[in-house]
């Protein structure tokens, strides 16, 4: 029987014997000889894995359809309850805690529907784990007589480790260490790990080496990579200059954090006669050094991201070339990747040209300094007198790109950034709101609109490329979220059809300086999707962006070194007919393990700094700060501390001199006797009772509402 392809035999055969089969009924159907059923078995596992079977138990497959089955991505909730995302999209699964049947968060589960609502949502169990992706557990040990259990840092995971018995001869009580799982859980019985590292007991220093081993974040660099690294030159050679454009006598400038090592971007600006501006922003070109398949690439690639944390970078690179001969330091050559613009004065690109060069940066300015600069402020000038001129014209074209970028609707969170401040010994000591000032905006609106002009090149050239999308919201997230500004009294007119950025961004506007307006930002940015790298470039819809990708920061990220590659192939014609299709497939793996990495960054990003901002809270009990209400429930109130933005919690027990009820369509706890109305958005004093670091939980006590 002939097939067009392996697939199309394999979905025949269980379409036409219409129940599930192991590999070797398959192979029977199909006419394949034992010694010839390796590749199945691999298509098998490879179709199980994109969501197209499902494996059952006795290893059999299935198509998921006939049996009303679900698969996707589990993603496990604290309160012990998960939903799993379909892979083929579509709106969420709900499994309770019962019905987890073993599986873990992250896993890729199958999970059969139980229960369908009147309003779509619907309640599953997990019948098949197809995948698992928690391989690591790191916690907390705890001796029970002669066993030892492990407590899980990461909160999501519903299990304690049972550690092996030798094992638990190696640890004490309270020891944390790292367990790698030898038994995953079922019905029954828990899981049971193997242990890998002992990190003794917990400290300020400790804490960040707990977060970087809970989210498997790669520290060392193996040898053969340090050896690679080692062997590329400290400086430009000659032979590097060939074919680019020669471009060192140039005034361009990089602009950058106070404590920043690594600088992917340099900028320079002509303002021409005619009122146009010609914009270069020259990014660094990591491709020239790091080549496809060697020990470098694979492991950025592995890595996906730098990551960053208050007290240190775990970087993509090695800093050989991450803070060394890639980065853009003053005063050397460095090979560079331009994207040069002409944008008139209304911020349209009329003419680009991308191309290889190398620089020579003239100065390494800070934000802080930048933006004295562009204040006027004479010392900051006498020190960097040179680029002074170049600065004032950066900053009207800034002003105009983010006006241009305003009118089509682009949404501009104004969100509080914690800084973190530690001592020696990782104990933190401050915390403040980061300022954001024009030099930042700078920079911000010059990458854009390299992203944008490259994005679109690659586009309209129609190779294969990667683009950083962002979907529009999901509308049950959009509809609650509305209704909830309409309960503050903000117009919000009636949404028909697909909505835009610009509706959004109008109601951003009408809170712009009111205290609810954090709230409101913050909200909105609940109700979007999670923007993602894709080879289907669907726009950004935060940006109100048709073409959108990640072309300035190769150093830090494996999505853009991936980009420079393809750009270089586009422009030297090297794409094939043959070859186009071997790079949309590798694409599609690509885009997703870089999303993958760059979200799992961002979580232990996050982590770190809710975990610094409770233990500097642990310091401060008995404080009276003053916060901002950020949701209500029947149980009490979320607040945030409005300078240091220390999240908490304040129990109706806490809400003292009256008894409260919860009104949820208006957001708002009543008191029953004094008609005390606590709101989303309203500020009060609250005071600081408990702090649990471990489960990240801070306690409060009302003090007094604030008008």
Not at 34 to 39: K, S, Y
Request: hydrophobic letters at 35%; a neutral charge; glycine letters at 6%.
């Amino acid at each position: 029987m002939e097939y067009k392809n392996l697939e199309e035999g394999i979905f025949k055969a269980l379409e036409k014997l219409n129940k599930p089969l192991k590999a070797r009924e398959i192979a029977k159907f199909l006419g394949i000889p034992p010694e010839e059923r390796q590749e199945l078995r691999e298509k098998l596992k490879e179709l199980a894995k994109e969501g197209k079977l499902v494996k059952l138990k006795g290893a059999k497959y299935a198509l998921p359809e006939k049996f009303n089955l679900v698969v996707g991505k589990l993603c496990v909730y604290r309160e012990g309850f998960g939903f799993v995302d379909p892979i083929d999209g579509g709106r969420g699964v709900f499994v309770p805690g019962k019905n987890m049947a073993g599986a873990m968060n992250g896993d890729i589960v199958a999970v059969e529907i139980v229960k369908e609502f009147p309003d779509g949502r619907k309640e599953g169990k997990v019948v098949s784990v197809i995948e698992r992706a928690v391989k690591k557990v790191v916690g907390r040990v705890e001796k029970h007589r002669r066993h030892c259990f492990v407590i899980p840092e990461d909160k999501r995971i519903r299990y304690d480790v049972l550690l092996t018995h030798e094992d638990c001869k190696k640890v004490e009580d309270g020891d944390y260490v790292v367990v790698e799982i030898i038994s995953y859980p079922s019905d029954t019985r828990g899981p049971v790990g193997k242990l890998l590292e002992n990190l003794g007991k917990t400290g300020p220093k400790l804490d960040i080496e707990l977060i970087i081993r809970k989210y498997d974040l790669p520290v060392e660099f193996p040898p053969e990579v340090l050896r690679e690294a080692e062997k590329i030159p400290d400086q430009v050679t000659e032979k590097d200059l060939e074919g680019r454009v020669d471009l060192r006598d140039q005034l361009c400038f990089t602009i950058d954090g106070e404590n920043a090592r690594d600088f992917d971007d340099a900028v320079a600006i002509e303002k021409l006669p005619d009122g146009n501006y010609r914009l270069f922003v020259h990014i660094a070109d990591v491709s020239h050094y790091v080549k496809p398949g060697s020990a470098l690439d694979l492991e950025a690639y592995r890595r996906g991201t730098s990551v960053y944390f208050p007290d240190r970078c775990i970087p993509m690179l090695p800093e050989k070339l991450s803070n060394g001969i890639c980065s853009l330091n003053p005063n050397v050559d460095r090979l560079t990747f331009t994207c040069e613009m002409l944008i008139n004065r209304r911020g349209t690109v009329i003419d680009y040209k991308i191309y290889e060069s190398v620089i020579h940066s003239k100065a390494r300015l800070t934000y802080t300094i930048a933006q004295r600069i562009i204040d006027g402020d004479e010392e900051a000038i006498e020190k960097f007198p040179h680029v002074v001129e170049s600065l004032k014209a950066m900053y009207e074209l800034a002003q105009i790109l983010y006006k241009k970028r305003y009118k089509r609707g682009s949404l501009d969170f104004d969100l509080p950034e914690p800084v973190v401040v530690l001592n020696t010994e990782g104990e933190p000591i401050d915390i403040y709101r980061a300022e954001r000032l024009w030099s930042h905006r700078i920079i911000e609106e010059f990458m854009i609109a390299a992203n944008e002009t490259v994005a679109e090149f690659m586009f309209w050239s129609d190779y294969p490329s990667v683009y950083r999308v962002h979907e529009s919201p999901d509308r049950e997230k959009l509809s609650e979220f509305l209704n909830f500004v309409r309960s503050l009294g903000i117009r919000v007119p009636a949404v028909k059809n697909d909505i835009q950025p610009k509706l959004l961004q109008k109601i951003l506007e009408q809170v712009e300086g009111k205290p609810e307006e954090k709230l409101v930002n913050y909200l909105m940015l609940r109700t979007m999707a999670r923007a993602k790298y894709s080879p289907d470039n669907i726009g950004h819809f935060g940006l109100a962006s048709t073409h959108y990708t990640h072309f300035t920061s190769p150093i830090r990220r494996y999505a853009d070194l991936q980009l420079h590659r393809l750009v270089k192939m586009a422009l030297r014609g090297e794409f094939t007919s043959d070859s186009i299709p071997y790079w949309e497939e590798k694409l599609e793996k690509v885009c997703k393990h870089v999303t993958e990495r760059s979200i799992n960054a961002d979580e232990a990003e996050r982590d770190v700094i809710e975990l610094k901002k409770l233990q500097y809270a642990k310091n401060h009990i008995g404080e009276v700060f003053e916060a901002i209400i950020t949701g209500v429930t029947e149980q009490g109130l979320y607040v945030e501390t409005i300078e240091q933005l220390i999240p908490g919690f304040i129990h109706v027990t806490n809400l003292k001199n009256d008894y409260y009820i919860c009104i949820p369509k208006q957001y708002c706890l009543v008191g029953e006797k004094t008609r005390t109305v606590f709101r989303i958005g309203d500020r009060a004093l609250v005071r600081l009772l408990h702090v649990d670091t471990e489960n990240r939980k801070a306690e409060f006590e009302m003090v007094r509402k604030l008008k």
